[in-house]
C-alpha cells in the first residue's frame, strides 16, 4: 500500500495512537486530516501538527454523516480511512453501574461507529483504483482484559467484523488492515491502569507501535501484531484461560472494598481529551 503522497482520515486522530499515526504520515508527504471533539485538541492539531482537524464524535450517526459530506466535498483525493477514535472504560460488574445506555458506549463508539464510518466512506474509496482501511481493534479482542468488559467485547466484536469485511471487499481495490495493538504507552492505558501501570506490563512506545502499523501497511500485511499481541492471539487460542490469569490481581484491586465506589473509570479517546472522568455507580 502506497503510504506517501495520500490523503488519508483519521477518526480519534487528536490523541494516543490515532495523533502518532497523524503524526508520522504527515512527516511522509501526505495530507492528514484527523477528527475528535475537543477543541483544545483540535486547534493543536491544527497549528502544531499542520493537519486538517474537524470535529466528529464517533458515536453519534449525524456527525458522522456531517463529516462525511464535508471531506468527500473538500478531499475528492481520499484513499485511506483509519479508524482510531475508541473509549475504554473499567467497570466492576457486581456493583451499580451506569445507565444501561452508557453501559455500552464502548460498543457505540468502538464497534458501531467504526462500522458506521466504512459505510459512509466505502462507495467513495471503492471508486479509486487503490484504496485501504484501517480498523484499530486491540490485542484484548484475543484475550479480554475483565476489568475493561465492555471494551473487550467491542474489540472482538470489531475483530470479527474487519474480518468479514476483508473477506467481502477482496477483488476491489480497497484492502482491509487491522491493527491489533498491545498495550501501548498512551493517555488512555495510563488512565486505565493507574500507578499500577508498570505492575501490569511494560507498554510498547506509541512511536514504535505507529512506526509498525505504517510499515506493515506499505508492506500489505492486513492483520498488524506488535510486540505482545501476536502472543496474545496465539495464547487466545491455544490456552486461554492461562493468558487470563495474571490479570486476576487487577480484578482484586479493583474489587477491593477499599476502593472508592465510582463505580467506573472513563477515559475517551475519541474526544481527544487524554482525561480520565469519575462516573457515579447509579447514573452515568
Given at each position: ?13 487528536t490523541s494516543g495512537i490515532g495523533r502518532e499515526l497523524a503524526r508520522q504520515l504527515r512527516a511522509m508527504g501526505n495530507t492528514v486530516i484527523v ?250
Amino acid at each position: 500500500m502506497k503510504m506517501s503522497d495520500t490523503t488519508i482520515l483519521i477518526t480519534g486522530g487528536t490523541s494516543g495512537i490515532g495523533r502518532e499515526l497523524a503524526r508520522q504520515l504527515r512527516a511522509m508527504g501526505n495530507t492528514v486530516i484527523v477528527t475528535g471533539r475537543d477543541p483544545e485538541r483540535l486547534h493543536a492539531a491544527r497549528t502544531v501538527d499542520g493537519l486538517h482537524a474537524f470535529y466528529a464524535d464517533a458515536g453519534d450517526p449525524e456527525s458522522l454523516r456531517i463529516l462525511h459530506r464535508r471531506v468527500v466535498r473538500d478531499f475528492p483525493d481520499l484513499a485511506i480511512l483509519i479508524n482510531a477514535a475508541g473509549l475504554m472504560r473499567t467497570l466492576d460488574l457486581r456493583r451499580d453501574g451506569p445507565s444501561l445506555e452508557d453501559l455500552t458506549r464502548e460498543i457505540q463508539v468502538d464497534l458501531k461507529g467504526t462500522i458506521w464510518m466504512n459505510a459512509l466512506f466505502l462507495p467513495h474509496l471503492m471508486r479509486r483504483e487503490r484504496a485501504a482501511i484501517l480498523n484499530v481493534s486491540s490485542a484484548h479482542a484475543f484475550v479480554p482484559l475483565p476489568i475493561a468488559p465492555i471494551y473487550s467485547a467491542a474489540k472482538a466484536g470489531l475483530h470479527a467484523y474487519t474480518r468479514s469485511l476483508r473477506m467481502q471487499l477482496s477483488g476491489t481495490g480497497v484492502a482491509v488492515f487491522e491493527l491489533a495493538p498491545p498495550a501501548t504507552d498512551t493517555p488512555l492505558y495510563r488512565a486505565v491502569h493507574g500507578p499500577a501501570h508498570d505492575r501490569v506490563t511494560r507498554p510498547m512506545p506509541v512511536e514504535a507501535l505507529a512506526t509498525e502499523a505504517i510499515e506493515a501497511m506499505q508492506g500489505d500485511r492486513l492483520e498488524i501484531r506488535p510486540g505482545l499481541a501476536d502472543v496474545l492471539k496465539l495464547m487466545g487460542r491455544w490456552a486461554p484461560e492461562l493468558a487470563m490469569r495474571p490479570m486476576r490481581g487487577a480484578v482484586r484491586r479493583m474489587q477491593a472494598p477499599s476502593a472508592p465506589d465510582t463505580g467506573h473509570a472513563r477515559h475517551d479517546e475519541a474526544a481527544g481529551t487524554g482525561a480520565v472522568r469519575r462516573v457515579p455507580g447509579t447514573q452515568a
